[in-house]
């Protein structure tokens, strides 16, 4: 067996690494992260805090997807809901599932629906 | 720049937005991403996920078992619908295998636009099978390449053997009016589905 080297890339795997110390996927409130998953900030970034937790409060001041954010940031979906998990379970963001066509208990949002029309029709 | 205080709440509206999405899927090169840039609002940007060799049924997969990172995008792009509402979009990954990668990508979403290559129907089979599988109402837009075909509706529904009332609309991915009408369809589509099911209550 040889020994591993050290990584001479700190970017890629090793760097993801780094970010979320090793943690490969997000427990908890952030498991059920959707791409088109609005966060919104809740608190101002802490000092001290991560780089990655700070520019995600910054960047989230207006809602933003998680898809937006993984784009600005560079940063693989699971990287991120990692990332996403720490700030949700501090309370310093909040998570806002897309709506869905129908809810299990309500039926079809037909409102829903036809506001989304309206919108395409002025396009 | 809008620089809020974060004493301060942010406006209603911002305080309120929420989201809906629309998957735009179909086999490999039939405009997926064309049609994502061409109907968003914004520069259409591209999310990632990344394959690592932890999973040696992805390495397996993807057939590159010395390769440590594989990656693979999902490119989207947003509507804004209202002060208080977004239309996001994403464009699937043309290899279907990659689709579980974003956790649960369907789901949540209003519908799927399915688009077809008259030219190579067979190339979008497997995405209006994982439609049906993943019950996400769906319509079919014909993408209109110059040498596509003529085919009357009827023989691509046929082939492509879906049922009658899905909507097959023919496009051009590259323009803005024609991609929105297809989207049009789509949410026309899922209210008379929806209607349906009022109904039958
Ligand atoms: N003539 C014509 N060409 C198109 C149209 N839509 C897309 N194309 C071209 O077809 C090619 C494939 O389009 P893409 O949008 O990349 O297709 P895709 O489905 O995203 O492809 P993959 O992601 O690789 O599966 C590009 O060269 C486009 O410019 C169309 O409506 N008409
Ligand atoms: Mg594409």
């Known amino acids: 067996m040889s020994v591993p080297r050290r990584p001479t890339d700190p970017s890629g795997l090793e760097r993801y690494y780094v970010l979320t110390k090793g943690r490969s996927g997000p427990g908890g409130s952030a498991s059920s992260l959707d791409v088109a998953t609005l966060i919104v900030s809740r608190a101002a970034p802490a000092p001290g805090m991560q780089h990655e937790h700070a520019e995600i409060i910054r960047r989230c001041r207006e809602p933003l997807s998680v898809a937006e954010l993984g784009a600005h940031l560079h940063l693989p979906f699971n990287i991120l809901a990692v990332l996403l998990a720490d700030l949700l379970e501090a309370g310093r963001v909040e998570a806002r599932d897309p709506i869905p066509a129908h809810d299990a208990g309500r039926g079809p949002d037909l409102a829903l629906l036809e506001e989304v029309l309206s919108g395409l029709e002025r396009l | ?201």
């Open chain 2, 1 to 201: 720049m809008d620089l809020k205080g974060f004493d301060q709440p942010g406006s209603a509206a911002a305080g309120e937005t929420r989201s809906v999405k629309v998957m735009i899927a179909g086999g490999f090169g039939t405009g997926k991403t064309t049609m994502v840039r061409s109907v968003s609002d914004i520069k259409p940007l591209t999310t990632e996920e990344t394959l690592t060799q932890a999973s040696a049924d992805v390495d397996r997969l993807i057939g590159v078992a010395d390769k440590t990172e594989t990656t693979v995008s999902l490119d989207f792009g947003k509507i804004s619908i209202n002060d208080s509402l977004v239309l996001y979009l994403f464009g699937t990954p043309g290899q279907e295998r990659f689709w579980f990668l974003w956790n649960g990508l369907f789901k949540g979403a209003l519908g799927a636009v399915v688009l077809v290559d008259t030219r190579r129907l067979a190339s979008s089979f497997r995405a209006i099978e994982e439609m049906e599988r993943q019950n996400v109402p769906f319509v079919v837009a014909l993408n209109v390449f110059p040498d596509s075909k003529d085919y009357p509706v009827e023989e691509i529904r046929d082939a492509l053997d879906i049922s009658p009332h899905i909507p097959v609309v023919a496009c051009d991915a590259r323009d803005r009016t024609s991609s929105r009408d297809v989207l049009v369809a789509l949410i026309r589509h899922l209210k008379e589905r929806s209607a349906v099911v009022l109904e039958s209550r």
